[in-house]
């Protein structure tokens, strides 16, 4: 499975971006879907995921109510949509995707920054 993020760009705070992951290979969309970030000299921090089927979605205290977690089985792509963005948003955005019965994330894409200025 390959996982390719995107839509990571420069905003100002206050503003709101959208990322995409889109999967191919083997996909599945039995997998549960991640997104995680890290930001310059910090370890990589979970942000928010969804279940197979969308039904239950998951977030960190930091971004509830401002993130929307979502995807598109027919497209094999998931989303995050970012409002309200904050400078300390700011970080390197991954997805990545758990098989069924893992206890760990088992793919992982390559990133896409987020730079939200003051």
């Known amino acids: 499975v390959q996982l390719q993020a995107s839509g990571g760009g420069l905003v100002q705070a206050g503003g709101s971006l959208r990322l995409s992951c889109a999967a191919s290979?083997?996909?599945?969309?039995?997998?549960?879907m991640g997104w995680f970030r890290q930001a310059p000299g910090k370890e990589r921090d979970f942000v928010a995921s969804?279940?197979?089927?969308?039904?239950?979605?998951y977030y960190a205290d930091s971004v509830k109510g401002r993130f929307t977690i979502s995807r598109d089985n027919a497209k094999s792509t998931v989303y995050l949509q970012m409002n309200s963005l904050k400078p300390e948003d700011t970080a390197v955005y991954y997805c990545?995707?758990?098989?069924?019965?893992?206890?760990?994330?088992?793919?992982w894409g390559q990133g896409t920054l987020v730079t939200v200025s003051s």
């Open positions: 990545a995707a758990r098989r069924p019965m893992s206890n760990e994330f088992n793919y």
């Open positions: 290979g083997r996909t599945n969309n039995n997998y549960f």
């Open positions: 969804i279940t197979s089927n969308g039904g239950s979605t």
